[in-house]
C-alpha cells in the first residue's frame, strides 16, 4: 500500500474557461461496430482483454439495512455490473475479521465475515456471476495474517509452540526492539508480547502480524487457502503486498533518511524488508497452484506489487512469464500530474516492460485518492474523467476500475479525527487522514443514503451523490457512465483488445495520440486525447511503422485516409474534430476515436 498525498500538479494550470464537456467527444451514443464483425480472431487468455472491477464489499451495497455493504448487494448488481461491460470483479478481502484494518487483518482465510453474510451467499454470488459470464477474484491477503487468526493464537502460545515459526519471532534488543524497521503504518514494526517476551513482526498494523513464509506449513497451508477458494471457481486472486513476504533474516537496520514521515517518524529506506528475491520462488509456487488445480479454467493473480521503477515490478511477470500475469503498475497509477509526455513515457516503458509481460493498468483504489479528484480541476472534472477514461480503456493493456469511478465518485475524507475509521488516519492525523474517504458508499440513486443503504451508512458519501449516481447518469446520454459503457463495448472488439500501440504524436506536448494498429482482421484505429485546457490543433505522424497500410509508405497524411469516427458515433463532437484536411481540432480535454482506413 502506497498512498499519493501530495496534491495533483497540472501541467498546464491555465483557467480557460472553455466548455469543454460540449466538445469532448463523451456522447453515449453507441461504438459504432467496428467492420468484420464475427471473424475469429487469434485467441488469447481470458485476462487479457477483461475489464477488471475492484470492489469494497463494505462499501458496494447494503440489503440488510445495517449500513454495511454485503455479499447479497454485490450479487444484486450483478446486472449492472454485466450492463457496464465487467468481465471480472476483484472483492477485496471479505473473510472473517476482526476490521481493525477492514478486512485486511484476516482470523478464518476459508470463511465469510458474517456482516456480510454467509458462505451460501457467496455460492449463490459465484453461480449468478457465472450465469452473466463475470468471474470472481479473491483478495490474497499473503503477508500477515490477524492477531486474532489461529494460528497467531497458537503461536503467540508458547516459544515451543509448533506454529511459533509461522510468524515472525525475535529477541529485542538493547532493551528495545530487535532492530530500526518501522511499519508501513507508522512506529516501529515489532510488538512486545509479553507473554514470551520475545518481539513478533509486523509491515503493517501492530495486529497484523507478517507470516514466516520460510516455513514449509506455513507456505503448504496458505497454498490450501488457494485450493479452497479454486475449489469453489472463482477465476484467481488479488495478491495482497506481495513485495514484503521476505525480510533480511539477519536483521540488519534499515538506512535513516533525512526527514520524517506523516507519522512524524524518521523516514528510512525499507532496504532490508521489501523485494527479497525468495519472494520468486512463493509467486511461481502460487502459480503453479492455479495452473495445475483441476478445473481452473486459466485462474489469474492479479499483483499489488510496487516497486522503485518499471524494471522491478516487471520482475513479478516471472523471467518466463511464470509468476504473476497481471502486476499492477503503480508508476501509471500514481502519476500525480496531467501530462500526456509523462503518460507517453510510462505507456512506452510498460509496452517494452523486460519480461514481455501484458500490461495492467488502473487508477484509483481503495488506498488512494480517487483519481476523479486528483486528475480534475475543479471546473471540468467530468471531462477530465472522461479523458482518463479513454485512455485507460483504449491504451494497449487490461483496465482495472474501481468501484464507482464510473459515476465520477469523489473523495469525501474525514472532516474531524473523531470521524476517521481508518487508524492510519487517527495516528496521522492531519497529515494523513486516512483512506475512508475512498471508501464511502456507492452512489446508486440520488435519494436517502445514495441509495446504498436504508439506514445510515458506515461512511458517508460525497455531497455530489445527488448529480453523480447511477441512476441520473443512466439517463443522461451524455454522462460519465455512458462514456464508460461506450468505451468499454468498443474495447471489446479488436485492435482494442489485442492488438499494438504506436505513438504518432511525435512527442506532443499536450496530446497524447496513438495507433492501435489492425490486429486480426481489425482495421487501424486512431486514438487522440488533449490533456490540456486549450484547444489544440493536431496533426498525427501516421508514419508506416506506426499504420498497418498502405504498407511502406512514410508518412500518410489523414487527407488521403478514410476517418471513420467510432466514439461518439453520432458525431457533432467528431465532426468538431475532423473537419477533413490533415488536421484534428482537439478542443479542452478533447477525446477523438476513429477508424482510419485506405479508401478503396
Ligand atoms: C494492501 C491493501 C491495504 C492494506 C494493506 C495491508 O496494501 O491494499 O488496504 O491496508 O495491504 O494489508
Ligand atoms: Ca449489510
Given amino acids: 500500500m502506497m498512498r499519493l498525498i501530495s496534491k495533483i500538479k497540472l501541467i498546464n494550470p491555465c483557467l480557460v474557461a472553455f466548455l469543454a464537456s460540449v466538445f469532448l467527444a463523451g456522447g453515449s451514443a453507441q461504438a459504432t461496430e467496428l467492420l468484420h464483425e464475427g471473424i475469429t480472431e487469434p485467441k488469447t487468455p481470458w485476462w487479457q482483454h477483461a475489464v477488471f472491477y475492484e470492489i469494497y464489499p463494505r462499501s458496494f451495497k447494503d440489503t440488510n439495512g445495517d449500513g454495511i455493504g454485503d455479499i447479497n448487494g454485490i450479487t444484486s448488481k450483478l446486472d449492472y455490473l454485466k450492463e457496464l461491460g465487467v468481465d471480472a470483479i476483484w472483492i477485496t ?12 487483518d484476516i482470523s478464518d482465510y476459508c470463511a465469510i465475515a458474517p456482516e456480510y453474510g454467509t458462505m451460501a451467499d457467496f455460492d449463490n454470488l459465484l453461480a449468478e456471476a457465472k450465469k452473466r459470464n463475470i468471474r470472481i477474484l479473491m483478495d490474497f491477503v499473503v503477508n500477515h495474517t490477524s492477531d486474532k487468526h489461529p494460528w497467531f ?129 512463493v509467486m511461481r509456487d502460487l502459480r503453479t497452484v492455479l495452473d495445475t488445480f483441476p478445473g481452473a479454467d486459466n485462474a489469474v493473480l492479479v499483483g499489488e506489487t510496487s516497486g522503485p521503477d518499471v524494471k522491478s515490478i516487471s ?80 491504451v494497449r493493456g487490461t483496465p482495472l476500475l474501481y468501484y464507482g469511478e464510473e459515476i465520477g465518485m469523489e473523495n469525501n475524507d ?59 447518469e443512466t439517463k443522461d446520454k451524455d454522462s460519465l457512465l455512458n462514456f464508460y459503457k461506450t468505451l468499454i463495448k468498443l474495447r471489446g472488439h479488436e485492435p482494442f483488445k489485442n492488438g499494438d500501440c504506436k505513438f504518432v504524436d511525435a512527442n506532443d506536448p499536450n496530446i497524447l495520440s496513438y495507433v492501435r494498429p489492425a490486429y486480426g482482421h481489425s482495421q487501424d484505429c486512431l ?12 496533426t498525427p505522424l501516421l508514419t508506416g511503422q506506426a499504420i498497418t497500410f498502405p504498407h511502406g509508405e512514410e508518412n500518410v497524411p489523414l487527407s488521403k485516409l478514410v ?23 482537439m478542443p479542452p480535454f478533447g477525446v477523438f476515436i476513429a477508424e482510419i482506413k485506405r479508401s478503396n
Avoid at 440513486?445 to 445527488?466: E, I, V
Fill in 93 to 104: 478481502p471479505c473473510f472473517p475479521s476482526p476490521q481493525v484494518d477492514f478486512g485486511y
Fill in 153 to 281: 493464537e497458537e503461536s503467540r502460545s508458547s516459544r515451543d509452540n509448533p506454529k511459533r515459526d509461522w510468524y515472525i519471532w525475535r529477541d529485542g534488543k538493547n532493551g528495545g526492539p530487535p532492530n530500526n524497521w518501522q511499519s508501513l503504518f507508522g512506529r516501529s514494526a515489532w510488538k512486545l508480547d509479553a507473554k514470551t517476551n520475545q518481539y513478533y513482526y509486523h509491515f503493517f498494523y501492530a495486529e497484523q502480524p507478517d507470516v514466516n513464509w520460510r516455513n514449509p506449513q506455513l507456505k503448504e497451508a496458505m497454498l490450501d487457502v488457494d485450493r479452497f477458494w479454486l475449489k469453489k471457481g472463482v477465476s484467481g486472486f488479488r495478491l495482497d503486498a506481495v513485495g514484503c513476504l521476505f525480510e533480511d533474516p539477519e536483521l540488519h537496520d534499515n538506512p535513516v533518511l533525512a526527514g520524517t514521515n506523516n507519522f512524524g517518524d524518521p523516514n528510512t529506506e525499507f532496504k532490508y524488508n521489501d523485494h527479497y528475491p525468495e519472494v520468486h520462488d
Fill in 315 to 394: 520482475e513479478m511477470y516471472g523471467k518466463t512469464l511464470d509468476e504473476i500475469q497481471l502486476p499492477m503498475n503503480f508508476h501509471f497509477a500514481y502519476l500525480n500530474m496531467r501530462s500526456a509526455p509523462e503518460f507517453r513515457r510510462l505507456i512506452k516503458e510498460w509496452n517494452a516492460n523486460p519480461a514481455g509481460g501484458w500490461p495492467l493498468y488502473f487508477f484509483s483504489n481503495h488506498d488512494q485518492i480517487r483519481h476523479y479528484v486528483r486528475y480534475g480541476d475543479g471546473k471540468n472534472n467530468d471531462a477530465i474523467a472522461k479523458l482518463m477514461a479513454a485512455m485507460l480503456l483504449t
Fill in 414 to 472: 474525514p472532516k474531524r479525527v473523531e470521524d476517521v475509521y481508518d487508524p492510519i488516519g487517527k495516528i496521522g492525523w492531519p497529515k494523513e487522514k486516512g483512506r475512508d474517504g475512498e471508501r464511502t458508499p456507492m452512489q446508486w440513486t440520488g435519494g436517502q443514503y445514495a441509495g446504498f443503504s436504508t439506514s445510515k451508512p458506515w461512511l458517508t458519501s460525497a455531497d455530489s451523490f445527488k448529480t453523480h449516481n447511477v441512476e441520473t
Fill in 527 to 538: 486514438v487522440t486525447l488533449n490533456f490540456s485546457d486549450k484547444p489544440v490543433e493536431f
Fill in 563 to 585: 476517418v471513420q469516427p467510432l466514439v461518439p458515433a453520432d458525431a457533432s463532437c467528431s465532426k468538431a474534430i475532423y473537419r477533413g484536411g490533415d488536421t484534428l481540432h
